[in-house]
């Protein structure tokens, strides 16, 4: 059940609208279900409609004239209750009984309370009503309404639970302020996908993304398209900022602004100041950090910011309220890579950022915050361009995204742990959207790595599943036997033996790096991890390299004893079959 809440100054206008057709004929017998003494007059139930309306006006605005000069300028109370998708139809009675609670439980009209201000409660659907009150008591004073919204909230969790309805998650006032009844209309009638809001919000929190000081944020904001109006303090510091869309104007053609923390809580410009001055680490050079240098730009960010990830994954495990700066960091590398993402994938990594950036607030605050590493991967990921959906892209792609399903699953979990219910289901639904366009940039990669393994020597696969069969089960982990889940897995340990590495040591490696119990395919996440650390192309078609310079590649035992005779380059398989090298593509 969801309450909406705004105010106004026409309670005519209002009700023309309650009682009227609707914007698209969709108010069907409208009817009062309540009022403050039960007797109002009912105009969607007398024969002479306008008449009763003009009656029904006057009598909500009695003590407003009354009050004259000390009444508000906005004296309309108006609030919308809807039950959710799939609930029972409530009776009228029923509903009575909601808009009874709601305004005693928000202050309205308390219960026994002779001076409580004039509402009514109007159905012309049935899911939901509207409840207007007018705000100026019997006594001419005005009600207190403070927290009206988070009360209103508060109420309609316990009807939901009395009445039987779907249980909606609770709030805690960190939320994005929802876009209002016009800003929707408007958008409607104006052709846009989304409201202004939304857009703005979206186009803002991309812009912020690993930006290194204020004025590249602003700087990024225009670079989008946006209009921007920066305000200043007399000694030309700035204030804050209003961002509007181009071509959006109000009845009197001027542009629409919206401030940024009119948009998100975090959007403001104090709290933007107090994330840029985390600041970015510096740069590491591609031979040193991230393997080879010859890879894409895309290619490489994307490898490095995996890595830093696991990671922030790991600090989310760990349980610790300092954790909450991690969110902050991995909303902004969601929204680098949905900024830069191959077509194939865009819209679902796009919807997983404007999921999780519900998750990335909260009332937790780390006293420490460290997102650094974060913010630098996502400045590294918006710096490199965006990158295409084939090749080591999308193969570097696919590595990312099978990370960040686990982190946003950690953040998941970290929010449960807290009673953060919204930040919670905000973390599953961006779980699942990554897994979505998870499984659209691993298809061909994954394709590919199941060819090389299904194409290698029954000796040499067979020494590899030995492998799989000594070191999962230790962990706890039973690998999946069908030869399509375990092919891709086998192909990369026999690459990873032929780059020099242990393939035993390494897969333990990849094991303990965190917990595998989350992950929907055990053996798709530790190819990715296998890859990144033995430094193999996460295209496969490319053939593996040899580890570059400062890599240590993981010693055999025999190596190990033998290291000081160990040759320079990297050994060579010990099966000449020409089908145990990756085909070129």
């Given at each position: ?284 050079t591609p031979s040193a950090a991230d393997g080879r ?182 962990q706890g982990v039973r690998a999946d036997g069908t ?103």
């Amino acid at each position: 059940m969801v309450p909406d809440i705004g105010r106004g100054s026409r309670t005519h206008g209002l009700l023309v609208y309650l009682y009227g057709p609707g914007r698209r004929e969709e108010h069907t017998d409208a009817h009062l279900v309540g009022s403050w003494d039960g007797f109002a007059p009912d105009p969607g139930r007398d024969t002479d409609p306008q008449v009763t309306l003009a009656r029904l006006t006057a009598a909500l605005d009695l003590r407003v004239k009354q009050a004259g000069d000390r009444a508000p300028a906005k004296h309309v109370w108006h609030c919308s209750v809807r039950t959710a998708p799939g609930d029972r139809r409530l009776s009228d009675e029923e509903w009575n009984a909601v808009a009874q609670r709601i305004v005693h439980a928000t202050g309205i009209a308390s219960d026994g309370d002779p001076d409580g201000c004039r509402w009514i409660a109007v159905r012309h659907a049935e899911d939901h009503i509207h409840i207007v009150a007018t705000l100026v008591r019997g006594d001419l004073r005005n009600p207190r309404l403070n927290y009206d919204f988070n009360k209103a909230q508060a109420v309609c969790r316990r009807i939901e639970q009395e009445m039987g309805l779907r249980r909606l998650n609770a709030g805690d006032g960190t939320a994005a302020k929802n876009p209002t009844s016009a800003e929707k209309f408007k958008a409607e009638r104006t052709g846009r996908p989304e409201t202004s809001r939304e857009t703005l919000r979206e186009a803002v929190r991309q812009a912020v993304a690993g930006a290194d000081d204020e004025k590249e944020f602003f700087t990024r904001l225009r670079e989008a398209g946006l209009r921007v109006k920066v305000r200043h303090a007399p000694s030309g510091d700035a204030l804050g900022y209003n961002v509007a869309l181009p071509g959006d104007r109000n009845r009197h053609g001027e542009p629409v602004w919206y401030p940024g923390s009119k948009l998100a809580p975090d959007l403001s410009l104090p709290k933007i100041r107090l994330r840029l001055a985390d600041g970015t680490t510096e740069r590491a050079t591609p031979s040193a950090a991230d393997g080879r240098a010859d890879w894409s730009p895309p290619a490489r960010e994307r490898r490095n910011a995996t890595g830093v990830a696991e990671r922030a994954a790991v600090l989310l495990d760990g349980d610790d309220d300092e954790a909450a700066a991690q969110l902050v960091g991995v909303g902004e590398l969601l929204d680098a890579v949905a900024q830069t993402s191959p077509v194939a994938t865009r819209v679902e990594l796009a919807a997983a950022a404007r999921a999780f950036e519900r998750a990335t607030r909260s009332h937790v605050r780390a006293e420490h915050a460290d997102t650094r590493a974060l913010r630098s991967a996502a400045r590294g990921i918006v710096q490199a361009g965006g990158a295409l959906g084939r090749g080591e892209d999308g193969g570097t792609t696919a590595m990312l995204l099978s990370t960040l399903v686990l982190v946003t699953l950690a953040a998941a979990r970290w929010h449960s742990a807290r009673g953060h219910a919204q930040q919670a289901h905000a973390s599953r639904q961006a779980a699942e959207h990554l897994r979505t366009a998870y499984r659209q940039a691993a298809a061909t990669p994954m394709r590919v790595l199941h060819d090389h393994g299904r194409a290698l020597p029954e000796a040499q696969r067979r020494t590899h599943e030995a492998t799989l069969r000594a070191t999962l089960p230790v962990q706890g982990v039973r690998a999946d036997g069908t030869p399509t889940k375990t092919n891709a897995l086998v192909a990369t340990l026999a690459q990873a033996e032929q780059a020099g590495h242990d393939p035993e040591a390494l897969l333990q490696q990849a094991i303990n790096m965190r917990e595998l119990g989350t992950a929907a395919d055990v053996n798709d996440v530790l190819v990715w991890r296998l890859r990144r650390l033995a430094q193999l192309p996460a295209h496969p078609g490319e053939g593996p390299r040899r580890p570059q310079a400062g890599i240590r590649p993981t010693k055999t035992p025999a190596n190990r004893t033998s290291e000081r005779n160990a040759p320079t380059t990297a050994p060579r398989p010990a099966v000449s079959d020409p089908r145990s090298r990756p085909p070129r593509r």
